[in-house]
């Protein structure tokens, strides 16, 4: 992973990519966040966001998994971002 175009103030949002030692697909992105949750914990209090570029997200099955790694815990629901994808207006994401 690499985190480009960060500011020493910690401005937002923490930007994640991928790099040589991870690739840019989903299952990757996923298998990362389930091995560094606590590291990206840290971006997100510090930085208020962080924003993980460039991981081929492209559905919402993919953000589901994607999210579930994250906080495998919480149901979330996100009716802006699922009625954009089509999947209905109250479409829970979780």
Known sequence: MQTP?????GAMPFVVEPS???????????????AHRQLLNRWLHKH???LLRAFGVSTP???????????PSSR????DISSRFGAGRHSPFG
């Open 5 to 9: 175009y960060q500011t020493e103030n």
């Open 20 to 34: 040589g030692d991870v690739e840019g697909s989903p299952h990757a992105l996923v298998s990362w966040i389930t």
């Open 48 to 50: 208020g966001a962080v």
């Open 61 to 71: 099955e993919i953000f589901r998994g994607v999210a579930a790694a994250f906080c």
């Open 76 to 79: 979330i629901t996100m009716p």
